[in-house]
């Protein structure tokens, strides 16, 4: 990996809801092409953090945000097109969420948003995003029923198809697995590996276990700030830089 | 209990059916009033008590959906919009004839329109629109927020989510809240009273397009109160003929909205 790359950087990054402050002058950088997971407790700011990423903080009532995040070289506060930032982003939530339409026009909705017309490219798309979440084999045969009918797996799968179906760059899932059973969360997590060496990929989970499955880099945020980011092995070995994070990834607290 | 509650519903239905009998059939529709109103039909009536309600909705229909989806989907929460949802409470508690009297100084005199079917359907709208907006509002808040969330995730700029998940998703409810709109402005007597019905107008029997805009007109509302109370002589079954038809009408659109509404409920999608 070249260590240079850099795709997300984030400086000073601080967060308030109102007089709460979620995050506090986080710093870090995220390299293209890595699996970087975000581990920590809950409240700790994981989610904050990938709303900012995609701006979609935007929309959250009271929340105030300062420090600098950059995309791709480019200032996210600055741009003018905040949906090309988006679409350069795939963002996968903690509940499964199908839209209510059709298993076809789940994934088309974001090409279609774009300006996709073309009855063909669509289901080649389709096609494609739902094989890369390995779904296609269980829906092919009925892409006119309503997304918001399939298993909560399923669901979370059609969700991980719609983060792909507009082509970004970068994937961000908020712990993924949290409404789904063990099974389908290990398919998903060999969809995760494949997909690693195309796109940047940002894991924020509450499983440890699951980070260091997946993860090439791990960050530890706590109570909002970063508490240890550093390789998979240095945090999971006997001796990171932190007391804090060798206590949580072995389960003294959290 | 349920008994206790659609008795009294089909006594009422049934006496004013009953007592209208003798003259209910197809010439008490497509026929005026005749004789000073102590007999004929009620072609006038009706048909200008619709052009009144479907003009007004005309009217408020946009307005109202247009700024519910504002309030619900654009307007951040700040003191304005906070003072802007309270006044539209407000003014769906206010008694119609205040809404007679604004509509009469503000669509007859003050704009010009003079009595007519456009200021009666004005002051009609004004009247329905808080009810409307209130009732968009809800049906657009009861769509999951996660909904929104997802489609702002993959890129899509907020009048696209509400074209395509929010609108699809509420219609349901908005309509529903418009239905139950056509009956209170089919039944409103006073607004239209200041604004543009009168009390009696012969009109061409059977041509629908009868009136113009700018005309005065008849309604069912106020030719009901006409003939109970202000013309003497009126045969018994008139009145109720009259009370009939327009609880017909209303209960028709009634019946509409629930059809349209299991429906649409058949293909719920969440």
């Not at chain 1, 900012?52 to 003018?80: F, H, L």
């Not at chain 1, 774009?114 to 995003?129: F, P, T």
């Not at chain 2, 929010?166 to 604004?195: C, D, K």
Request: charged fraction near 20%; proline fraction near 4%.
């Amino acid at each position: 990996m070249v260590k240079t790359d850099v795709m997300i950087e984030i400086k000073d990054l601080h967060v308030r809801y109102g007089r709460r402050e979620v995050l506090r002058g986080v710093t870090l950088d995220v390299y293209r092409n890595e699996v970087l997971g975000i581990i920590g407790p809950s409240q700790s700011g994981k989610t904050t953090l990938l709303k900012v990423i995609n701006r979609t903080i935007d929309s959250v009532p009271g929340a105030v945000v300062s420090g600098t995040v950059k995309v791709d070289g480019e200032d996210i506060r600055q741009i003018k097109d905040v949906y090309a930032l988006r679409r350069k982003i795939g963002m996968v939530a903690p509940l499964p969420v199908g839209l209510p339409m059709t298993i076809f026009d789940n994934v088309a909705f974001a090409p279609r948003m774009a300006g996709i017309r073309d009855r063909r490219q669509l289901e080649k798309r389709v096609e494609s995003c739902l094989r890369q979440a390995a779904l296609w084999d269980e829906v092919k045969d009925r892409l006119d029923t309503l997304g918001t009918k399939l298993s909560g797996g399923q669901q979370q799968r059609l969700t991980i198809a719609r983060a792909l179906s507009h082509d970004p760059e970068i994937l961000c899932l908020d712990e993924f697995s949290i409404a789904i059973d063990p099974v389908t969360t290990m398919r998903i997590e060999d969809v995760l590996k494949e997909l690693r060496s195309r796109m940047t990929i940002i894991l924020v989970t509450n499983l440890v276990q699951q980070a260091r499955r997946l993860a090439d880099r791990i960050a530890f945020l706590f109570n909002g700030q970063l508490e240890e980011i550093g390789s998979t092995e240095v945090i999971f070995s006997d001796s990171p830089r932190s007391r804090k994070t060798y206590e949580y990834v072995n389960g003294v607290f959290g | 209990m349920t008994l206790l509650l659609v008795a009294p519903l089909v006594l009422i239905v049934g006496y004013i059916f009953y007592q209208a009998l003798p003259i209910l059939s197809l010439d008490f529709i497509f026929t005026n009033p005749k004789d000073g109103m102590r007999s004929g039909g009620i072609w006038s009536p009706l048909l200008g008590t619709c052009y009144l309600v479907l003009l007004s909705l005309a009217i408020s229909t946009p307005i109202g959906v247009l700024a519910a989806v504002f309030l619900n989907e654009y307007a951040k929460d700040n003191w304005f919009t906070r003072m802007v949802n309270l006044a539209v409470v407000n003014l769906a508690g206010v008694p119609s004839i205040v809404h007679a009297l604004f509509g009469l100084g503000a669509f007859v005199l003050f704009a010009g329109l003079g009595k007519s079917i456009l200021a009666a359907s004005l002051t009609l709208a004004i009247m329905t629109l808080p009810v409307i907006i209130a009732s968009t509002k809800q049906a657009l808040a009861a769509v999951p927020m996660a909904f929104r969330e997802a489609c702002w995730n993959v890129g899509a700029t907020r009048w696209q989510t509400i074209r395509h998940v929010v609108l699809p998703n509420s219609i349901n409810g908005i309509l529903t809240g418009l239905i139950l709109e056509v009956a209170h402005a089919a039944g409103e007597t006073a607004p239209i009273m200041f604004t543009g019905a009168v009390f009696y107008k012969a009109i061409q029997e059977g041509d629908l397009f009868a009136y113009g805009p700018f005309d005065q007109c008849m309604a069912l509302s106020m030719h009901l109160f006409t003939i109970s109370t202000q013309v003497p002589g009126v045969p018994h079954a008139l009145p109720f003929g009259t009370a009939i038809v327009l609880l017909g009408t209303v209960l028709m659109v009634n019946a509409l909205s629930i059809i349209v509404r299991t429906r649409l409920r058949a293909r719920k999608k969440w």
